[in-house]
């Protein structure tokens, strides 16, 4: 009866209508597409309906005129059959079925194969290093202005008979400035043990807590000096953000240490810790890869560690081989972008080829 | 004037200028404020994480559901308990090295795809990138200049070579770069804090005292 109202309104239904497994997915989802109907123009829009077993259809999506792709939200392994109806007021035109589909995961993502590319380009080139730099071969990481202090710090707090605060940041662990600030830790730790300095740890994960304390106590194992270790030295602090930089302004104003580290992740709070450090007339040593926190360290304290420059101040520090043939991988990674970089602008600006269509 | 009969905003308002009394100097209102914050801090995450992860999404599950599954990551979570126990305390590397592995393999693609072909993309010197400013023949100068600056500001953090000769000068370029970029994100965050300043002079001034509007 419909179907006569529509032929008598002339409403006319959308057709080839195509139902196919979104590619490139997790699965759980299938594509919907079809041709417009003749009355695109005077329709409210398409109802997209479902079937399982090829007879009854339920409405499982609507969308405006115009528009002949529609995504559906399906389960794993069951066979569907999809239609399409256009619809104007209380009329409705349907297209004939589509094929059956099942929809499924992908087990490659095609449309990201630029992204295999480069990480098998960049993890073969920093493996390749860490393989040279395991089997002894010198590897060259030049001087990095701030590492140098380290020493004068830790002297100077020896000699004033004051601690040393270290701050990690809000980074989680699996956060690389929070990993190179851990091997940076383990350094420190080391010339506080030496020298029997106070160390003071105040953490804001538990995780990177736990971690830090192994690595402090390790440190003070690893220079014959496990006796001077204070598992108190290392303690959790606060997870939220302003709680934790509340904690350590009373830590830096009452303990007074004589150099603050403050290095791994930082957000909002890097200039209350970076003034309130500075404010106590500490010997201020910062690192971070927060692009926007950078500018409050690099004004409020004595030396910076830049972006990467932390992580190769890691590997220059501790001269792991692990970490030193990560930062030649890394560079030599630069030279390959820039060189991309050079590449591609010569070729997107003397061809017609869409250049910019393999960075997709 | 209207002063606000709300004990919780005098509550609040009193330790907002317990806090902010720490410009001064460190007192004793500060440092009760101070370790009111962390205490609560601590005592909200504790709860948060009882009530709204490890009950709705393990304990129930596994306990009550038999979701026998989640047995795995509450063994794996359970090891780090291990850590108050000295004879098997290295126990505790086995979930952090899992936790580490994940988010490793989740992040790496991520941050290429994000940070470096995303940004490879925007730098190219061609005419879709050029039109991108909608600056008109500005366009090619603009771009031109992120080129040089990203150039520049690569072989800065290149760490194999002294800052000598061609890098040399190439490196201080690309920390002049750095560093205006510096100064606008300086600018822009302590606009930002501003704001918050403001906000909260705001609920002093406004919900505490009714002094504003």
Redesign the interface.
Known sequence: MIFILCALMGLAPPTNVRAYDTPDDGGGSINIEWQLSPDDAQIDGYEIYRSEDGVNFTKVGFIGKSRSLNQDQTEDGITYTYKVAAVSDTLRAFSQPSMEVISSASWINVAKMNIYVAMIIFGGLILYYIYHARKGKKLFIRKIAGLQAIDDAVGRATEMGKPILYILGLGYIEEIATLASLNILGEVAKKTAQYDTKLIVPNADPIVYTVAREIVKESYTNVGRPDAYDPDSVFFLAREQMAYAAGIDGIMTREKPATNFLVGYFAAESLVLAETGAATGAIQIAGTDALAQLPFFVTACDYTLIGEELYAASAYISKRPLLLGAIKGEDWSKVIIATVLILASIIGLVSRFPILSLFQ | MNISTDPWVWIASILSLA?LS?LY??NPF??A??HI??G???G??VTFYWHRILMPILFRPLFQQGDLLLIIPFIIGML?LT?FIPRISWL?RIP?AI??GY??GV???AT??AK???Q??G???????FQSWNAGTMGIVWSVTV?IG??CT??Y???????KGVIGVTSRVGIVF??I???A??GY?VMA?ISLLIGKLQYLLGDWLGIIR
């Open positions: 806090i720490f100097k460190e500060f440092r404020a101070e914050f962390l609560v801090a601590n909200y995450l780090y850590r505790v952090i936790y580490m988010w490793t992040l790496i693609p290429i795809q470096i072909i995303k490879v993309q730098t190219i010197l061609t005419a879709p990138n080129f990203v150039l690569l072989s953090f290149y760490f194999s070579r002294e800052h750095v560093m970029g510096f100064g994100a300086f965050t804090r």
